[in-house]
């Protein structure tokens, strides 16, 4: 189903949403990129109460772009590692909107190489945020579902190989919990 002409009434409350669960906005980045309008902005968030720093598309949710409902893409890290995360979420972002298709949870993004140099990050998990309350994956208008927030877990090549071994990602997770794995250090070593 799409959504190209969603009602931004539906969204009054979805900053201050969104800075509940990932802390205030800092900065952004406006739609314009490239000399072209890409149809999204990117607003930078720092956590108030641990070293995670996030950003979040807004716009997305006004395309064209299949899914079970409006839906914005959020990538967290660490502190410092901003701009790579901002890299990311705009690959992701920028595909959905060209392609008009959406991401579900389990599935995601990969690519044949590392899509940040001195990383070994080639694949992107779609994913409910593996950090923040979960109250923050949906987001309600009058008790309707308005949007989804689609995080997007930076994971290696042997991660996306487990996932589509096991034909969904509840191994990639349990090995993760089970390593206690830093999901937000984006120059993190395989978990596999």
């Known amino acids: ?3 190209p002409h969603a009602d931004p009434r539906r969204y009054e409350g979805l900053l201050a949403h969104a800075e509940r669960h990932l802390g205030p906005v800092v900065r952004g980045e406006g739609p314009t990129i490239d000399g072209r309008n ?5 607003g930078f968030h720092e956590h108030p109460s641990y070293a995670m720093v996030s ?3 807004t716009g997305v949710r006004f395309q064209k772009v299949t899914g079970p409902c409006p839906g914005e893409f959020v990538v967290s890290a660490r502190p410092g590692q901003e701009q790579e995360a901002a890299y990311l979420l705009h690959v992701v972002a920028d595909r959905a909107v060209r392609s008009g298709k959406g991401y579900e949870y389990g599935g995601g993004y990969v690519n044949a190489e590392p899509l940040i140099p001195g990383t070994a990050i080639e694949f992107l998990l779609a994913s ?3 950090y923040a309350d979960e109250a923050f994956d949906l987001f309600y208008d009058d008790d309707e579902l308005a949007l989804r927030y689609i995080t997007l877990i930076p994971a290696t090549r042997a991660e996306f190989e487990l996932v589509r071994e096991h034909g969904d990602d509840e191994a990639l997770r349990d090995l993760w919990e089970s390593r206690a794995t830093d999901l937000l250090d984006v120059y ?3 978990a596999v």
Do not use: L
Not at 38 to 42: A, L, V
């Open 55 to 57: 950003v979040a598309t």
């Open 128 to 130: 409910p945020h593996p």
């Open 38 to 42: 890409r149809g999204f902005s990117i």
């Open 188 to 190: 993190r070593t395989s």
């Open 1 to 3: 189903m799409s959504y």
